[in-house]
Nanobody
Framework: QVQLVESGGGLVQAGGSLRVSCAAS????????MAWYRQAPGKQRELVAI???????NYADPVKGRFTISRDNAKNTVYLQMNSLKPEDTAVYYC??????????????WGQGTQVTVSS
Protein backbone atom coordinates (compact mmCIF):
# COMPACT_ATOMS: atom_id res chain seq x y z
CA GLN A 1 0.00 0.00 0.00
CA VAL A 2 2.77 2.41 0.92
CA GLN A 3 6.35 1.90 -0.16
CA LEU A 4 9.51 3.79 0.66
CA VAL A 5 12.25 3.26 -1.89
CA GLU A 6 15.77 4.49 -1.23
CA SER A 7 18.43 5.18 -3.84
CA GLY A 8 21.83 6.77 -4.13
CA GLY A 9 24.03 4.76 -1.80
CA GLY A 10 27.45 3.53 -2.83
CA LEU A 11 31.16 3.60 -2.19
CA VAL A 12 33.01 6.85 -1.61
CA GLN A 13 36.40 7.86 -0.26
CA ALA A 14 36.73 9.62 3.06
CA GLY A 15 36.09 13.32 2.64
CA GLY A 16 33.76 12.74 -0.28
CA SER A 17 30.03 13.31 -0.66
CA LEU A 18 26.94 11.27 -1.42
CA ARG A 19 23.25 12.02 -1.65
CA VAL A 20 20.66 9.41 -0.84
CA SER A 21 16.99 9.77 -1.71
CA CYS A 22 13.80 8.14 -0.52
CA ALA A 23 10.52 8.32 -2.37
CA ALA A 24 7.23 7.39 -0.75
CA SER A 25 4.48 6.06 -2.97
CA UNK A 26 1.12 4.35 -2.69
CA UNK A 27 -2.05 5.22 -0.82
CA UNK A 28 -0.77 8.36 0.85
CA UNK A 29 -3.09 10.90 2.43
CA UNK A 30 -0.32 12.98 3.96
CA UNK A 31 3.29 12.62 5.01
CA UNK A 32 4.35 13.96 8.37
CA UNK A 33 7.89 13.55 9.62
CA MET A 34 10.46 11.76 7.53
CA ALA A 35 13.80 10.60 8.80
CA TRP A 36 17.00 8.77 8.03
CA TYR A 37 18.41 6.09 10.28
CA ARG A 38 21.54 4.04 9.88
CA GLN A 39 22.81 0.74 11.14
CA ALA A 40 26.45 -0.27 11.09
CA PRO A 41 27.52 -3.92 11.44
CA GLY A 42 27.18 -5.07 15.02
CA LYS A 43 25.51 -1.86 16.13
CA GLN A 44 21.97 -0.75 16.82
CA ARG A 45 20.02 1.30 14.34
CA GLU A 46 20.38 4.98 15.15
CA LEU A 47 18.62 8.16 14.10
CA VAL A 48 20.68 10.31 11.74
CA ALA A 49 18.33 13.16 10.87
CA ILE A 50 14.65 14.01 10.89
CA UNK A 51 12.54 16.61 9.08
CA UNK A 52 8.97 17.51 9.93
CA UNK A 53 6.25 18.46 7.47
CA UNK A 54 6.95 22.16 8.05
CA UNK A 55 10.67 21.71 7.39
CA UNK A 56 12.00 21.69 10.92
CA UNK A 57 15.15 19.56 11.08
CA ASN A 58 17.16 17.84 13.76
CA TYR A 59 20.43 15.95 13.50
CA ALA A 60 22.40 13.44 15.51
CA ASP A 61 25.53 14.97 16.97
CA PRO A 62 28.00 12.89 14.88
CA VAL A 63 26.59 14.29 11.61
CA LYS A 64 25.83 17.90 12.54
CA GLY A 65 27.45 20.31 10.14
CA ARG A 66 28.17 17.56 7.59
CA PHE A 67 24.77 16.12 6.66
CA THR A 68 21.69 17.97 5.42
CA ILE A 69 18.20 16.52 5.30
CA SER A 70 15.62 18.04 2.98
CA ARG A 71 12.30 17.09 1.44
CA ASP A 72 10.15 17.71 -1.60
CA ASN A 73 6.58 17.54 -0.36
CA ALA A 74 5.14 17.51 -3.88
CA LYS A 75 7.10 14.34 -4.61
CA ASN A 76 6.85 12.80 -1.13
CA THR A 77 10.61 12.48 -1.26
CA VAL A 78 13.27 13.03 1.37
CA TYR A 79 16.96 13.53 0.71
CA LEU A 80 20.10 13.22 2.77
CA GLN A 81 23.11 15.12 1.51
CA MET A 82 26.23 13.73 3.15
CA ASN A 83 29.45 15.73 2.97
CA SER A 84 32.88 15.24 4.52
CA LEU A 85 32.14 11.56 4.89
CA LYS A 86 34.14 9.50 7.36
CA PRO A 87 34.74 5.75 7.53
CA GLU A 88 32.56 5.65 10.65
CA ASP A 89 29.62 6.79 8.51
CA THR A 90 29.68 3.40 6.82
CA ALA A 91 26.30 1.75 7.39
CA VAL A 92 23.04 0.75 5.82
CA TYR A 93 20.90 3.87 5.66
CA TYR A 94 17.17 3.46 6.14
CA CYS A 95 14.40 5.87 5.28
CA UNK A 96 11.54 6.25 7.74
CA UNK A 97 8.23 7.94 7.09
CA UNK A 98 5.33 8.86 9.37
CA UNK A 99 2.45 8.58 6.94
CA UNK A 100 -1.31 8.96 7.06
CA UNK A 101 -3.12 6.73 4.58
CA UNK A 102 -6.43 8.34 5.53
CA UNK A 103 -7.62 11.09 7.88
CA UNK A 104 -7.43 8.71 10.83
CA UNK A 105 -5.06 5.94 9.74
CA UNK A 106 -1.42 6.53 10.65
CA UNK A 107 1.58 4.24 10.39
CA UNK A 108 5.36 4.35 10.38
CA UNK A 109 6.95 2.88 7.28
CA TRP A 110 10.52 1.84 6.54
CA GLY A 111 12.49 1.56 3.35
CA GLN A 112 14.61 -1.45 2.46
CA GLY A 113 17.90 0.33 3.14
CA THR A 114 20.78 1.47 1.00
CA GLN A 115 24.43 0.72 1.69
CA VAL A 116 26.86 3.59 2.17
CA THR A 117 30.51 2.62 2.40
CA VAL A 118 33.25 5.15 3.12
CA SER A 119 36.79 3.99 2.49
CA SER A 120 39.76 5.45 4.33
Amino acid sequence: QVQLVESGGGLVQAGGSLRVSCAASGSIFSVRAMAWYRQAPGKQRELVAIITSDGTTNYADPVKGRFTISRDNAKNTVYLQMNSLKPEDTAVYYCNGHIYTSVIRYQVYWGQGTQVTVSS
